[in-house]
């Protein structure tokens, strides 16, 4: 087999602390993977500036000036969050070139000597690689619980997404170009690469904490990630919002039944306030709740309808 050609997509956010020493090392790693002959020279790392207010596109533009091969990157216009920057970066390689890319964030949380175990399954013939984490002891409480929470939802829902495997992946030239497949603005990387079917391996690895500055994530964008993962892989809370609908409407008919039989036969008005008033606070958060899934679904529609591009490129090094 030919001598595979590796991108690595780096999605950045304000991180002018770290991403200069990230840039270093993950030269170094494309520098060793080459040396082994496992990748090509012309590897490179594609950075996507998800319009950072700092100096951090100053600084890629640098590390681009001196390395120009082996550095690339985009900027957005504005910020449009992790998720986009990911799809930013996959688009962008896929046009640039390579064989597969591997996706690491700016901190190099995840360990990047797995990168050496991605291509070795790539080499394997797998086509994606899910980085799977250890564990998550560098969380905190609040991250830990929520995401072990999002997990079992997820896979309850039927959108069978990896457990524990955040986009710390590798995927190969084929699985890019069947993105193009995929028009959805929407796009939730980890259920989609696991959606397409193809043959997938994985490969564990450490978590080291935050090398410089702070997460970018807070509580509503966490939710937001959940939220768009579980409406864009999964219809069956919409199925239990019916179900629940259909099981409300037929204990309803039987009281109907009950308290009409009691009033013709047994002159008996019922005395029955504490019924009345559990059912009405029970139906009504139901039917308040309910609608809200349906809206996150109409929500879903809409945006997608509306079909604005994902994002919009302001500079690019090529
Ligand atoms: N990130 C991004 N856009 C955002 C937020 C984050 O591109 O709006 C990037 C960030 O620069 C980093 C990666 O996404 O490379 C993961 O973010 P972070 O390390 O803050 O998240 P955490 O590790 O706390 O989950
Ligand atoms: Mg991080």
């Known amino acids: 087999m030919q001598i595979p050609k590796l991108a690595i997509i780096v999605p950045c956010y304000n991180e002018e602390l770290c991403i200069e020493a990230t840039c270093k090392r993950l030269l170094e790693i494309i520098d060793m993977l080459s040396q082994k002959s496992k990748i090509s020279q012309d590897s490179y790392i594609y950075f996507v500036d998800d319009g950072s207010k700092d100096k951090t596109w100053e600084i890629i533009e640098n590390c681009h000036n001196s390395n120009p091969t082996n550095v690339k990157g985009l900027k957005f216009i504005r910020n449009y969050g992790n998720q986009k920057a990911l799809i930013a970066g996959l688009e962008g390689v896929r046009e640039l070139g390579c064989d597969c890319a591997v996706s690491i964030d700016a901190d190099l949380q995840q360990d990047e000597l797995a990168i050496e175990k991605f291509i070795d399954k790539y080499a394997e013939g797998y086509e994606i690689v899910l980085g799977i984490r250890n564990d998550r002891n560098t969380d905190g409480i609040f991250k830990k619980y929520s995401a072990l929470l999002f997990y079992k939802t997820m896979n309850m829902l039927g959108a069978k997404i990896p457990v524990n495997h955040s986009d710390y992946r590798l995927v190969s030239k084929k699985a890019l170009d069947m993105m193009k497949l995929y028009p959805?603005?929407?796009?939730?990387?980890?259920?989609?690469?696991?959606?397409?079917?193809?043959?997938?391996?994985?490969?564990?690895?450490?978590?080291?904490?935050?090398?410089?500055?702070?997460?970018k994530f807070n509580f509503f964008s966490l939710m937001g990630l959940a939220l768009n993962g579980i409406t864009s892989f999964s219809i069956v809370p919409l199925r239990i919002v019916s179900c629940l609908g259909l099981f409300m409407a037929v204990i309803a008919f039987c009281l109907g039944v009950e308290a009409i039989y009691e009033k013709l036969y047994l002159q008996n008005v019922i005395n029955g306030f504490t019924t009345v008033i559990t059912m009405l606070g029970f139906i009504g958060g139901l039917q308040i709740f309910s609608l809200g899934v349906i809206?996150?679904?109409?929500?879903?529609?809409?945006?997608?309808?509306?079909?604005?591009?994902?994002?919009?490129t302001e500079k690019e090094l090529n």
């Open 295 to 312: 809206g996150e679904y109409v929500g879903q529609v809409y945006k997608e309808v509306k079909a604005r591009p994902r994002y919009i």
């Open 184 to 215: 959805e603005k929407a796009l939730f990387l980890r259920g989609f690469f696991y959606e397409l079917g193809l043959n997938t391996a994985s490969v564990n690895f450490d978590v080291k904490p935050r090398s410089a500055g702070q997460s």
